[in-house]
């Protein structure tokens, strides 16, 4: 008789493959269902960049935003995440090239939450915590907000899936897969260190744990992150665009200039902040029971709980730190569960032990049919039905007359700094005031900031913080301030009665104006 029988590996290399298998089917079932981003700013910007890689080859000089300190001081902050997206901007839509790339944004998106959810499910298997898949589910449709961020097209959920990684080098010791590691994350994101500081939390519980440091991780971290920033193209643009982010952030908790709304977090008993205090509240019974009991927690416990510790507070002033703190918030509580609570899983496997085979598939088709229904019923109301909101072809008739009528470099004022990278994707021929960040602009010339923050905000014509009225005519400064041949703008208040401006194209929410009306 012919034994089939096989090896755990392979049955855990089955379970892993099954699961990526899901989530990529899951994800793409939702980025395929509409030609729509779920977002209309930064994913048209990452895919049109490595098209332009593509035709143009690695040159990362970055003309398109005449203002910005990228134009005098070029870096590709997310250089390989633009590198891996060269060959999903051909995705084979039959629909020409602008739809080949919106389709290989949506294809990347999916890949790269699908391998995420697949880490996070295998890293859980490595720390023997039963019911992994379960728990992977639950990050799924616990938190809404991070779930809506896992189909943003931009590359925080590469950042999510090396952090991931890194978290599991860490806790099982594999320095040189650390060091290779931080290097490829340098290149990939502008926020690579914090892999250097989960790295320097764990070291200081592994000198709490075993009392003894351990700095040796810490410098291969270290040292491949060191790695990754030189082999930038240009490295000292980077420390300089780097020094620029934290000065800027600064500047807007400090109330200089306004934050952008993804740092903003309204606090409200929200279903998010209601479970995340329940957690930290878990967490904190279980040091404080250990410490009674006198019963030691496992430097797991402790890393883990540290990392929550130190993001829960930031998430509290800052919204869009969910998408880190969620994964190891399901990860703090199944270490928790799964340590102090064996007698769960004696009464789970008393239950499916008479009948493993056919209660077993039940239990994981009614686990599964649950999370879907879930997920399904999350998808409507918790803003993933935004692939609705935003069309993909908004500025697309303005942006071609803009390519039509007008020279190459031509600087286009757009109001908004948020339409950039809708405007770059159909139309790189042209540079743009603004984009990317607002920081660029303010950095390199805070009054023109001021100009274009007064002049896009409320239509009044200054270059200071507070303003009384109007300090010159707002053609002058567009046109001779500017240098601005054309306007963009999605609402009116810019034109404001003045005459000078000429409507030459208008379509959806874009109009594109002419300066040289009169």
């Known amino acids: ?279 930290f509240i878990v967490a904190l019974c279980n040091i404080i029971v250990s410490v009674i009991k006198k019963r030691r927690l496992t430097l797991i416990e402790i890393y883990i709980s540290g990392l929550f510790f130190l993001i829960f507070p930031v998430y509290l002033f800052i919204g869009r730190t969910i998408e880190y703190l969620a994964p190891f918030a399901i990860l703090l509580v199944a270490v928790v569960v799964n340590d102090r609570f064996p007698s769960l899983h004696e009464w789970l496997g008393g239950k499916i032990k008479g009948s493993l085979t056919g209660t077993y598939v039940i239990y994981l088709v009614l686990l599964a049919g649950g999370v879907m229904g879930y997920f399904f019923y999350n998808y409507q109301v918790s803003g993933v039905s935004q692939f609705k909101k935003y069309p993909y072809d908004k500025y697309r008739l303005a942006s071609q007359w803009l390519s039509d009528n007008s020279n190459d470099g031509d600087v286009v004022f757009n109001a908004d700094w948020s339409d950039f990278p809708q405007l770059f994707f159909w139309n790189s021929k042209n540079h743009y005031t603004i984009g990317m960040d607002p920081m660029s602009l303010y950095l390199k010339d805070k009054e023109k900031y001021w100009l274009w923050r007064n002049i896009s905000g409320s239509g009044m014509v200054c270059s200071k913080k507070v303003c009384e009225g109007d300090e010159r005519s707002m053609y002058e400064v567009i046109k001779n301030d500017f240098n601005s041949k054309y306007v963009f703008i999605n609402n009116y208040k810019i034109k404001k009665n003045n005459s000078y401006f000429e409507m030459s194209s208008g379509a959806n929410d874009g109009f594109a104006w002419n300066t040289q009306g009169k």
């Open 1 to 279: 008789m012919i034994n089939f029988s096989v090896s755990e590996k392979f049955k855990s290399i089955c379970k892993v493959f099954l699961v990526f298998i899901f989530f990529l089917g899951l994800f793409s079932y939702f980025q395929f269902s509409s030609f729509n981003l779920i977002s209309p700013d930064d994913g048209y910007y990452h895919i049109k960049h490595a098209f332009l890689y593509k035709a143009d080859g690695l040159n990362i000089d970055f003309p398109y935003l005449e203002y910005a300190t990228l134009k005098d001081r070029p870096v590709d902050l997310w250089l390989l995440y633009h590198l891996i997206l060269i060959p999903f901007t051909s995705f084979p839509s039959g629909q020409g090239e602008f739809i080949d790339m919106i389709f290989g944004i949506k294809a990347a998106t999916a890949l790269f939450a699908a391998l995420f959810f697949t880490a996070f499910y295998f890293v859980l298997s490595k720390l023997d915590i039963r019911y992994a898949i379960a728990w992977t589910f639950g990050l799924l449709v616990v938190f809404g907000t991070f779930s809506f961020r896992m189909f943003l097209p931009r590359p925080h959920i590469l950042s999510l899936l090396l952090l991931m990684m890194g978290f599991y080098f860490l806790i099982k010791n594999k320095k040189k897969h650390l060091f290779v590691l931080a290097a490829i994350y340098s290149l990939a994101y502008e926020l690579s260190f914090l892999l250097l500081g989960i790295a320097a939390i764990y070291v200081l519980c592994h000198r709490y744990y075993y009392k003894k440091w351990d700095l040796g991780i810490l410098a291969y971290a270290f040292g491949g992150w060191l790695l990754g920033v030189l082999l930038h193209l240009h490295p000292v643009n980077y420390f300089y665009t780097m020094y620029g982010f934290f000065t800027v952030l600064v500047y807007r908790f400090l109330g200089d200039i306004p934050l952008g709304m993804e740092m903003y977090n309204k606090l409200s008993f929200s279903r998010e902040i209601i479970l995340l205090s329940g957690i």
